[in-house]
């Protein structure tokens, strides 16, 4: 059974930095896609960043230049190190990755942005 567990997330000032980890419990090359996705209270998830197997990355506007994906294969596992952290970045993070059309989900951790 695939799992995927996230860490990492936490309370930081705003202009602060913070670096997801979301590890696999299989390799991360068998899935197409692996990214992160984030949802905050009152809204519905939203992709925030993803890695393909083939390496190509796709970020949304809101974190382009702030937020990068990257991922170490030995340790199955992908990273979002997320930079100029704003309020408005306050949500749950989640990892996510798909084979074909099934899709998995970490359990999320919690991202704060506060003074």
């Known amino acids: 059974q695939v799992q995927l567990v996230e860490s990492g997330g936490g309370l930081v000032q705003p202009g602060g930095s913070l670096r997801l980890s979301c590890k696999a419990s299989?390799?991360?090359?068998?899935?197409?896609?692996m990214g992160w996705y984030r949802q905050a209270p009152g809204k519905e998830r939203e992709l925030v960043a993803t890695?393909?197997?083939?390496?190509?990355?796709q970020y949304s506007d809101d974190v382009k230049g702030r937020f990068i994906i990257s991922r170490h294969n030995v340790v199955n596992t992908v990273y979002l190190q997320m930079s100029s952290l704003k309020p408005e970045d306050t949500a749950v993070y989640y990892c996510?990755?798909?084979?074909?059309?099934?899709?998995?989900w970490g359990q999320g951790t919690q991202v704060t942005v506060s003074s």
């Open positions: 299989e390799n991360i090359f068998n899935f197409n896609t």
């Open positions: 890695i393909n197997v083939g390496g190509k990355i």
């Open positions: 996510g990755a798909n084979i074909l059309s099934r899709y998995y």
